[in-house]
């Protein structure tokens, strides 16, 4: 279960990377087919309490933002 997690923390890093910004629903989407909502929404705390990545209320969605400084 740890393995499958990290793979789910380490998709959502690629992703915002490559793209900064993007919004939950976004990365569902285009992310790995297999990762759950649940599964998302653990990683996206996860990454979010370790400062990896910076999490906005938009609307009725989050927005997520690759956290530059803690990665450098």
Do not use: C
């Not at 997690?5 to 690629?14: C, M, N």
């Not at 599964?39 to 956290?67: H, P, W």
């Amino acid at each position: 279960m740890a393995m499958r997690h990290r793979e789910t923390e380490q998709t959502i890093l690629k992703m915002l990377q490559q793209h900064r910004v993007m919004m939950m629903d976004e990365i569902q989407a285009i992310g790995e087919p297999d990762i759950t909502w649940t599964e998302l929404f653990f990683a996206v705390d996860r990454l979010s309490r370790k400062r990896l990545i910076a999490l906005s209320r938009i609307g009725s969605t989050y927005q997520l933002t690759f956290n530059i400084q803690e990665r450098s």
